[in-house]
């Protein structure tokens, strides 16, 4: 299976790659999204380390189940060869109703077949005031016109 873009990435390809993982995330498919790690993939995800596919799938389950609402946001910040670094903002709430923003950065490493390998995740996060919340598009793909993390200041 291959998954493109593939390394090495361009600025465009890289671009296209970080869209392509937040329109993934996005849609809360746990399933579908593990397809786009390799099968020995692995992860650092705050304090959750996986070793899998199978493994980061059980852990995207679980995190959509208590992260409610969820839609992110990620940007590039830089890439080389088959490696590319994002930042990330997502918001959502927890079953009581209280609100986060999330803050992050990723570090990414692609196979040949443009799967990733390598996944390491920093992410700080707070509550917020549902009325502070700056991502209200509809629940899935984020509207192409949507003002981006620069665009909002975050």
């Known amino acids: 299976m291959s998954r493109p873009p593939l390394p090495p990435f361009t600025h465009e390809s890289a671009v296209e ?3 392509l993982a937040e329109d993934g995330w996005n849609s809360r498919d746990a399933a579908k999204v593990a397809l786009a790690y390799t099968l020995d993939t692995r992860w650092r995800n705050r304090v959750e380390f996986a070793t899998n596919r199978d493994e980061a799938q059980a852990f995207l ?3 959509w189940n208590k992260e409610l609402d969820y839609r992110l946001i990620k940007e590039l910040w ?8 994002v ?3 997502y918001e959502y709430r927890d079953d009581s109703g ?3 923003r ?6 990414w490493e692609f196979a040949p077949d443009g799967l990733m390998q390598n996944r390491h995740a ?24 949507h003002p981006s993390l620069s665009d909002l200041g975050l």
């Open 17 to 19: 790659k970080v869209r």
């Open 78 to 85: 830089a890439f080389t060869g088959n490696r590319i670094a």
């Open 102 to 107: 999330a803050y992050g950065n990723e570090n």
């Open 87 to 89: 930042r990330y903002t």
């Open 98 to 100: 209280q609100w986060f």
């Open 61 to 63: 389950t679980r995190k």
């Open 122 to 145: 920093s992410i700080n996060e707070m509550p917020i005031r549902e009325e502070d919340r700056k991502f209200r598009w509809p629940l899935g793909r984020r509207p192409d016109d």
